[in-house]
């Protein structure tokens, strides 16, 4: 049975930070590009960002510079650092396992972010 299971959401201020994991189980987890995605009342999900493996991860324009993601492997777990967080950043953020490959693609069951003074 193949888990995504997100943790470390929670409210914080304007200029704070979060750190967010997602811990993946029943996957050969090297074998999945690893995604965050975040979906705000009333928006699509979007894309903000993406580790093909631990040297190759790209990020969504708003997020650059504020955000960082990691992956251990060896964990089958990956982080996304968000860091100077703004009212904006506020949405459900989603883990995702993706393997075109294997034709997989697997979700978390999202964790709530809130940004708010």
């Known amino acids: 049975q193949v888990q995504l299971v997100e943790s470390g959401g929670g409210s914080v201020q304007p200029g704070g930070s979060l750190k967010l994991s997602c811990a993946a189980s029943g996957i050969f987890f090297s074998a999945y590009a690893m995604g965050w995605y975040r979906q705000a009342p009333g928006k699509q999900r979007e894309l903000v960002a993406v580790a093909l493996n631990a040297d190759n991860i790209n990020f969504a324009d708003s997020v650059k510079g504020r955000f960082t993601m990691s992956r251990d492997n060896a964990k089958n777990t990956v982080y996304l650092q968000m860091n100077s967080l703004k009212p904006e950043d506020t949405a459900v953020y989603y883990c995702?396992?993706?393997?075109?490959?294997?034709?997989?693609?697997?979700w978390g069951q999202g964790t709530q972010v809130t940004v708010s003074s």
């Open positions: 995702n396992a993706d393997s075109r490959l294997l034709g997989r693609n697997y």
